[in-house]
């Protein structure tokens, strides 16, 4: 148990232009105890051979090619594994050269926990495939993942977006065999993933470091698959919202009336959940009603304390803050009379 065998696990498609970097990155790890397992997922470029001439390079790396689905190629990968320890990666991200001796350090130190993260640097690829700084949306982005480090934060945070960047988990082989690996739901098998552990009863952290370079291009997946469309998120955060025994007991109120929360709504009243009220800052909507549910002044939330559940469904710019602050005025507690959902 000095140095347990962790497999890295790579599926890949059409990745030519960043597949050898992404390599390079994992051959160069200071943990050196490793197995990697790179998966073709079905590449028409000259991916195939770039993964091949690495593995006659190192004899960590093995090689495989999945003609069916993306989920079937990702199941493959972890199955093929040789490890204790399963780290995923992106064939077009760099790992950072500490992460897997990092990650490797948390779970022995934690041995409660089943998986755990990196905080990330996120960047966007050009159409050359040239480095470009994060726009102000992906800077949020980052502060917000960066900041979801423990696991009683990320339990908390869970429906707001998935609160590990896949690319950076390091997840226990009896954890993922226990859950059945990836899905194939429709919406993204990683979320999924992640609240299904959570659902489980699983623990989840991070490493408190930067530890993966995390790039956004117009040919990643999560650009080009309909399962990675915001309206996915959103059915699969109310798909697991809908299973909380609270929930289910006892209904929700949603704080805010604008688009996130009004989908919420549908969402969780097609699925049989009471939603009780929305509560509203906005003087112009409170009185209104939204297909026969009151809009009332945000002032009443501590009248539904204990008799049901509060979403706050924002989007806006500083407004989770404000909602965090009316419902910690109130007495509720996050994680367990409200929720954030983005």
């Known amino acids: 148990m000095n140095s347990p065998l962790v497999s890295v696990v790579m599926p890949l498609r059409n990745a030519q232009a960043t597949v050898e970097k992404a390599i390079a990155s994992l051959r160069q790890q200071s943990y050196e105890n490793l197995d990697i397992v790179l998966v073709d997922h079905a590449s028409k470029d000259n991916s195939p051979a770039l993964i091949k001439k690495a593995a006659s390079e190192d004899e960590r790396i093995r090689c495989f090619r999945q003609e069916g689905s993306f989920v079937e190629a990702a199941n493959l990968a972890w199955q093929a594994a040789k490890g204790e320890l399963i780290a995923r990666m992106d064939s077009d991200d760099i790992a950072h050269s500490t992460r897997i001796e990092n990650q490797v350090g948390l779970l022995k130190a934690q041995p409660q926990l089943s998986a755990c993260g990196t905080l990330v640097n996120i960047f966007k690829r050009g159409e050359n495939g040239q480095t470009i700084p994060a726009d102000d949306g ?17 339990l908390t945070e869970r429906f707001v977006d998935s609160p590990i960047p896949n690319p950076s988990a390091m997840i226990r082989r009896s954890v993922m065999e226990s859950l059945g690996g990836y899905q194939d739901p429709p919406w993204a098998e990683d979320y999924d993933f992640w609240l299904r552990m959570i659902e489980a009863g699983h623990q989840v952290a991070k490493v408190n470091q930067r530890l993966l370079d995390w790039y956004d291009g117009e040919t990643r997946a999560t650009r080009n698959l309909s399962r990675y469309d915001l309206s996915r998120f959103q059915a699969a955060k109310a798909h697991f919202l809908k299973r909380l025994p609270d929930i289910i007991q006892l209904g929700v109120i949603i704080c805010g009336a604008g688009p996130v929360g ?11 959940i009471k939603v009780k009220a929305f509560l509203e800052v906005n003087e ?15 002032g009443k939330l501590s009248q539904f304390f204990g008799r049901a559940v509060m979403l706050g469904a924002v989007g806006q710019k500083g407004a989770r803050e404000q909602i965090r602050t009316l419902a910690d005025d109130c007495g509720w507690l996050e994680g367990k009379d409200f929720f954030c959902v983005a």
């Open 138 to 154: 992906y800077k949020r982005y980052e502060a917000w993942i960066n900041s979801v480090v423990t696991h009683d934060q990320i």
């Open 262 to 272: 009004k989908e919420m709504c549908y969402l969780l009243r097609t699925a049989g």
């Open 284 to 298: 112009r909507q409170i009185g209104n009603q939204i297909d026969g549910i009151p809009i009332l002044d945000s």
